[in-house]
């Protein structure tokens, strides 16, 4: 369906001129944060990939604006992976992320070591890298991002208006009934059939996510000595 | 939110007419400098939409047409006061649906 459908049915529940399209749209939006918060990591449609170049010295890297360098991703939720390489390069190494904290990391690597990062920290909305780079090395990261509803009625490529525009309007009517009509017996009902298009959305992004799995082998060796990290100790190569 | 609301076909042209007696009292008239305006849901100009302005003492009349079938359209009507020069807007959401039915 098309926003502007999805918004006309949402209207049929509240009288077509009895609810105004800004409260409509905060409602739409409501109804995708919610969907979307609901989401172990993120859903299929909130896959996105981020490229860019460290800085050498540089440690740390603002994730949602672009200052100091930073990647610039206002929209960011969560990571899946990050890879990086010598700009010379064509091979992808792997850089762990998400399995030790900042405080860990901080007691693994001394606070002037600078060669290839071989560790990402992301702390609250900063990416910290493990060693300091000593180069412009290439990053890419698999991400996450917080998305919102078209901005026009009748735009299409849109996956969650597309496919789930139920779970779209039931949750529009939850926030409508909750927050505009004040009428809980409502919101309750139109909730029960929210949690109903969650699971398969929950179920499908599942299928998905087994079915798009991409498997990516770091290259290691003696042609890539350098130190890599593993949970709860260090390994030198 | 819109002052009023109204559904239209994508091939049917109405007259819109706005009267700002009661947002102007110390006017007698609006003067030429009153516009009539559209923006699409996603918020941009969509002037096709509004035909022949036209002004008659405090109200302020268009012709309303076209429009892609789907769409919302706010059309914004800005009277200006010949005597104080002061704006007064009124806005009009305009739905352009080939298929609705009655309210």
């Known amino acids: ?237 | 939110m819109a002052d009023e609301v109204i559904y239209k076909h994508v091939n049917a042209e109405s007259k819109h007419t706005v009267d700002f007696t009661d947002e102007l009292p110390d006017d007698s008239s609006i003067s030429g400098a009153s516009t009539v305006t559209a923006v699409d849901s996603g918020d941009t100009a969509a002037s096709s939409v509004v035909g022949t302005v036209s002004q008659s003492g405090m109200s302020l009349s268009a012709i309303l047409q076209a429009g892609t079938d789907g769409e919302d359209y706010l059309v914004t009507f800005t009277g200006r006061g010949t005597t104080t020069s002061r704006d007064a807007i009124k806005t009009v959401e305009m739905r352009v649906r080939n298929k609705t039915g009655v309210i």
């Open chain 1, 1 to 237: 369906m098309l926003l502007g459908e999805i918004k006309d049915v949402v209207r049929q529940q509240f009288g077509k001129i009895g609810w105004p399209t800004n409260m409509i749209d905060f409602a739409l939006a409501s109804a995708r944060r919610d969907i979307e918060k609901n989401s172990e990591g993120g859903y299929y449609w909130m896959r996105a990939t981020k490229t860019w170049n460290a800085v050498a010295t540089q440690q740390s890297y603002s994730i949602t604006t672009s200052a100091s360098n930073g990647l610039n991703l206002p929209n960011f939720k969560d990571v899946r992976a990050i890879r990086v390489k010598e700009s010379t390069s064509t091979i992808w190494s792997d850089v762990s992320v998400g399995e030790v904290t900042l405080e860990e990391a901080e007691t693994m690597y001394s606070t002037t070591e600078t060669t290839m990062p071989a560790l990402a920290i992301i702390d609250n909305t900063t990416l910290t890298l493990f060693p300091i780079p000593d180069a412009a090395y290439n990053f890419k990261m698999w991400h996450y991002e917080w998305t919102t509803n078209p901005t026009s009625n009748t735009a299409t490529a849109d996956e969650l208006c597309t496919r789930f525009p139920e779970a779209l309007i039931y949750g529009a009517l939850v926030w409508g009934a909750d927050q505009y009509n004040h009428d809980s017996q409502e919101a309750d009902r139109w909730a029960a059939k929210l949690r109903e298009q969650r699971a398969l959305i929950h179920r499908h992004s599942l299928e998905r996510e087994r079915q798009d799995r991409i498997t990516l082998y770091p290259m290691s060796g003696p042609y890539d000595g350098r130190r890599r990290t593993s949970m709860g100790r260090q390994v030198w190569v």
